[in-house]
């Protein structure tokens, strides 16, 4: 079955620098690829995604990039600011009914 | 729309004890997920219905583990007998239809269980 792998697992980064977390997937089967953050007592909530036909999607400070041939793809978030600090999690899709997680990103920004 | 609703939001319960969680899912979703988070496996699938039909509990981890789905806007996991490593926070999920569309998933804010 799909396994998503994600690093780091813990990134820190001073406010208004980048952050890139990672992910690689298995199945190349998988066609759709959702990011999601999760702050402190919430649930996830989708940020971003990817279909497996685009290289490369932008909202505002958040991009998102797949590259099928390697079967990875990264979250970029740029000028970050305290409130980017969450967990975010990366997901594939094999089929059109299941997302399969990865372990996820601790995300600091320091002030 | 309220999005996705989970009760209870907390529960601390005695080992042996039966727990029940509940979901209600957004209005119109035709797919729900039940999901576990743990810090050593994070989020696993455990069950997900279609139209209020099980179609996979391979990650159900346990006899002691069922869910039901009775109507469109109703579902429950429960757990029973409990143990302490059952643990979790539980999120309930629900996709939208058709064929091809984006598979969004959303989540509910989770039922954090506590087996002691």
């Known amino acids: 079955g799909e396994n998503v792998e994600q690093h780091p697992s813990t990134l820190s980064v001073q406010e208004g620098d980048s952050a890139v977390i990672k992910c690689t997937y298995s199945?190349?089967?998988?066609?759709?690829f959702p990011w999601y953050k999760q702050e402190l007592g919430k649930g996830p909530q989708l940020i971003i995604d990817?279909?497996?036909?685009?290289g490369e999607k932008k909202d505002q400070r958040i991009a998102v990039t797949l590259n099928k041939t390697a079967k990875h793809f990264s979250l970029h978030i740029t000028e970050t600011q305290p409130e980017d600090s969450a967990v975010y999690f990366c997901?594939?899709?094999?089929?059109?009914?299941?997302?399969?997680f990865g372990s996820g990103t601790r995300l600091l920004v320091r002030p | 729309d309220a999005g996705v609703i989970q009760s209870p939001r907390h529960e601390v319960t005695e080992m042996g004890q039966e727990v029940t969680l509940r979901c209600k899912p957004i209005?119109?979703?035709?797919?729900l997920f039940w999901y576990r988070q743990t810090m050593m496996r994070g989020l696993e699938l455990l069950i997900y219905?279609?139209?209020?039909?099980?179609?996979?509990d391979s990650g159900m981890p346990e006899d002691r583990f069922s869910a039901k789905m009775p109507n469109a806007s109703f579902s429950t996991l429960k757990i029973q007998p409990s143990e302490p490593r059952d643990s979790a926070v539980y999120f309930c999920?629900?996709?939208?239809?058709?064929?091809?569309?984006?598979?969004?998933?959303?989540f509910g804010e989770g039922s954090w269980l506590t087996v002691v």
């Open positions: 997901a594939a899709s094999p089929s059109s009914y299941k997302l399969i």
């Open positions: 219905f279609n139209n209020n039909v099980p179609i996979d």
């Open positions: 999920a629900s996709r939208p239809p058709g064929t091809g569309a984006r598979n969004t998933i959303y």
């Open positions: 199945d190349s089967a998988s066609n759709y």
């Open positions: 990817i279909r497996s036909n685009v």
């Open positions: 209005s119109g979703h035709d797919y």
